[in-house]
Nanobody, 129 residues
Framework: QVQLVESGGGLVQAGGSLRLSCAAS????????MGWFRQAPGKEREFVAS???????????DYADSVKGRFTISRDNAKNTVYLQMNSLKPEDTAVYYC???????????????????WGQGTQVTVSS
């Protein structure tokens, strides 16, 4: 069983920055691919970014108002933690942000929610205009 706890959310003005953290329990964190998703009110949960076991491969969402170029996912396996650095925040980034873990140990399409078997409770990010 893996427990994920997000932190670092809050209220920030447009153009500001936040760094989210997700701490994972367990001794096999380095075997998990990790992802960040977000869910705005009235919308479905959507992919933000993912990172492979060693951190060597990262993917970012590529939809309208993309986070690519503004957000950076990283991990510290010694601390069992994955991060999401968010810069140049926009009001449309307002959402609950969730981290997720894929413990399968195989390469998957980490864009899809179904690729993950553990989820955190989420942390609220609110960007004011």
């Amino acid at each position: 069983q893996v427990q994920l706890v997000e932190s670092g959310g809050g209220l920030v003005q447009a153009g500001g920055s936040l760094r989210l953290s997700c701490a994972a329990s367990g001794r096999t964190f380095s075997r998990y691919a990790m992802g960040w998703f977000r869910q705005a009110p009235g919308k479905e949960r959507e992919f933000v970014a993912s990172i492979s076991w060693s951190g060597g491969v990262t993917y970012y969402a590529d939809y309208a108002d993309s986070v690519k170029g503004r957000f950076t996912i990283s991990r510290d396996n010694a601390k069992n933690t994955v991060y999401l650095q968010m810069n140049s925040l926009k009001p449309e980034d307002t959402a609950v942000y969730y981290c997720a873990a894929d413990s399968s140990g195989i390469r998957r399409n980490w864009y899809w929610r179904s690729s993950y078997d553990y989820w955190g409770q989420g942390t609220q990010v609110t960007v004011s205009s």
